[in-house]
């Protein structure tokens, strides 16, 4: 079954840029239906859409964060990847990568997850 | 942006009981609203889609309901394994998803 695997540095200095991979297993991340997203999770709170990228390249952010984020795909490695720059303590989370089952573009719900990566912003 | 709102934040209840979560939007999204469980330590998980559609494998207990701005999510009788934070996300507009709403057992 489809399986997505978060990859990246777990600590990241304030002003830095965060950098995160998610490798997609048992599925094409070429697939026509879907888009693949990213969500975050600060320690003890909600959930918070990043964004989501096709496999061609067009991508949808969270007008919150889109000034820092770039999501970029690879189709010949089967994987998506997410930049956030000029990070703060703020953005200490733990990063999901999922499916995203998109009914009209950018819209729809996530299924499966990856198991998440937590990255902290410290110096 | 549209907002959603769940309710109650927490909640206690005992094996066997049926337990409701609320979640209202802050504008009509139709029936464009998705339930997740989340475990402790654990990704979420999907739980149903379209307001009422249970996802493939997930146990009949589970069921949501409403359109519009108004939506509940019902679990028929709780069980043990059924602790876990539970939200909402609507895609009427790009996603957003509730607050969270903190299952326990008592």
């Known amino acids: 079954q489809l399986q997505l695997q978060e990859s990246g540095p777990g600590l990241v200095k304030p002003s830095e840029t965060l950098s995160l991979t998610c490798t997609v297993s048992?599925?094409?991340?070429?697939?026509?239906?879907?888009?693949w997203g990213w969500i975050r999770q600060p320690p003890g709170k909600g959930l918070e859409w990043i964004g989501s990228?096709?496999?061609?390249?067009?991508?949808y952010y969270n007008p919150s964060l889109k000034s820092r984020v770039t999501i970029s795909v690879d189709t010949s490695k089967n994987q998506f990847s997410l930049k956030l720059s000029s990070v703060t303590a703020a953005d200490t989370a733990v990063y999901y990568c999922?499916?995203?089952?998109?009914?009209?573009?950018?819209?729809?719900?996530?299924?499966?997850w990856g198991q998440g990566t937590l990255v902290t912003v410290s110096s | 942006d549209i907002q959603m709102t769940q309710s109650p934040s927490s909640l206690s209840a005992s094996v066997g009981d049926r337990v409701t979560i609320t979640c209202q939007a802050s504008?009509?999204?139709?029936?464009?609203l998705n339930w997740y469980q989340q475990k402790p330590g654990k990704a979420p998980k999907l739980l149903i889609y379209?307001?009422?559609n249970l996802e493939t494998g997930v146990p009949s207990r589970f069921s949501g309901s409403g359109s519009g701005t108004d939506f509940t999510f019902t679990i028929s009788s709780l069980q043990p394994e059924d602790i876990a934070t539970y939200y909402c996300?609507?895609?009427?507009?790009?996603?957003?998803f509730g607050q969270g709403t903190k299952l326990e057992i008592k």
């Open positions: 999922a499916r995203h089952i998109v009914v009209v573009t950018a819209r729809g719900w996530f299924d499966p």
């Open positions: 048992g599925g094409s991340i070429s697939s026509s239906s879907y888009y």
């Open positions: 990228i096709y496999y061609s390249g067009s991508t």
């Open positions: 504008q009509d999204i139709s029936n464009y």
């Open positions: 379209d307001a009422s």
């Open positions: 996300q609507q895609y009427d507009n790009l996603p957003s």
